[in-house]
């Protein structure tokens, strides 16, 4: 999977950011650690019709199909 493209943390918490770049839309994976341990796995898209913008995935980060799980 390679590096994430970003990492949040609050306090205990941390969410992990994966992405792939596509033509019609970017794919991304969102991980999320509750003290230390695996919380949820997420799988999320995001279109031009959810506001993409052009270019890397990194810039449409929880967008589209995302939705907060904490």
Known sequence: MGDPVDIEFAGGDS???YCITGSQMDE????????????????????QTDGALEGSCKLNL????YSRRR
Do not use: C, P
């Not at 991304?28 to 279109?47: D, G, M, P, R």
């Not at 929880?62 to 199909?65: A, I, L, V």
């Open 15 to 17: 969410e992990w950011h």
């Open 62 to 65: 929880k967008r589209g199909t």
């Open 28 to 47: 991304f994976i969102a991980v999320t650690f509750k003290e230390e341990k695996l919380h949820s796995l997420q799988k999320y898209t995001v279109t």
